[in-house]
């Protein structure tokens, strides 16, 4: 199969999870979607595991790119942090139905194993972490163990938004903003200062 029939074929995968999820995603269903036989699919060794470990590389690696400039703008770690977490609804909306499939058969794409405690692998992470550190550093965020408040924000706001969107219909916008607002700016009152 050439470079551009696996791609195609790859294609076929994400539009056939997205319409039917993981479990009605089967061999017969990708290969007509993408034009070839199903034997063809069996004698180059494809599986639909193996097609979904693709989108899911696919979509790590785009979630990646879209943090780069975040971690590379201007502005308080604060600031960027609120621009990383609006960025992961985003990416979650762009990947919605293989998140979706991905956490009906399992989440432990997101996790590091072999660990007894277990935390969200590092790629999702370290660039929370990292504006977490930033933040802390110019005093525009509180010092927290930025390991595990990243592992929560991650987790927090991502699934969060994805439940918010495919449970209750919420449009991406509302969807984020609900979940960002409380998780940016607490919901406890802050005394005024400026009584004595």
Same mark, same amino acid.
């Given at each position: 199969m050439s470079p551009a029939e696996h791609a195609q074929v790859v294609e076929a995968a994400r539009r056939v999870i997205t319409e039917h999820g993981y479990a009605g995603a089967t061999l017969e269903r990708i290969a007509e979607e993408a034009g070839i036989s199903r034997v063809t699919l069996h004698r180059r060794g494809t599986t639909k595991d $193996?097609?979904? @470990? *693709?989108?899911?590389?696919? #979509?790590?690696?785009?979630?990646? /790119?879209?943090?780069?400039?975040?971690?590379?703008?201007? $502005?308080?770690? @604060? *600031?960027?942090?609120?621009? #990383?977490?609006?960025?992961?609804? /985003?990416?979650?909306?762009?990947?919605m139905a293989m998140l979706v499939a991905l956490r009906a058969q399992t989440d432990a794409v997101f996790h590091r194993p072999g660990e007894e405690e277990v935390l969200t692998r590092t790629v999702f992470t370290e660039p929370l972490e990292k504006l977490?550190?930033?933040?802390?550093?110019?005093?525009?965020?509180?010092?927290?163990?930025?390991?595990?408040t990243a592992t929560v924000l991650f987790n927090l706001v991502g699934w969060t938004y994805i439940h918010l969107r495919t449970g209750h219909g919420w449009p991406p916008g509302r969807a984020?903003?609900?979940?960002?607002?409380?998780?940016l700016h607490g919901l406890v009152a802050q005394p005024d200062r400026t009584r004595s």
């Amino acid at each position: 199969m050439s470079p551009a029939e696996h791609a195609q074929v790859v294609e076929a995968a994400r539009r056939v999870i997205t319409e039917h999820g993981y479990a009605g995603a089967t061999l017969e269903r990708i290969a007509e979607e993408a034009g070839i036989s199903r034997v063809t699919l069996h004698r180059r060794g494809t599986t639909k595991d $193996g097609l979904l @470990a *693709e989108l899911v590389a696919r #979509a790590t690696e785009s979630y990646r /790119a879209a943090m780069w400039p975040v971690l590379t703008a201007t $502005g308080s770690g @604060a *600031e960027r942090l609120g621009l #990383a977490l609006q960025t992961l609804c /985003a990416s979650a909306e762009e990947n919605m139905a293989m998140l979706v499939a991905l956490r009906a058969q399992t989440d432990a794409v997101f996790h590091r194993p072999g660990e007894e405690e277990v935390l969200t692998r590092t790629v999702f992470t370290e660039p929370l972490e990292k504006l977490l550190h930033d933040g802390a550093s110019d005093g525009t965020l509180r010092e927290v163990n930025a390991l595990e408040t990243a592992t929560v924000l991650f987790n927090l706001v991502g699934w969060t938004y994805i439940h918010l969107r495919t449970g209750h219909g919420w449009p991406p916008g509302r969807a984020a903003a609900a979940t960002l607002d409380p998780v940016l700016h607490g919901l406890v009152a802050q005394p005024d200062r400026t009584r004595s």
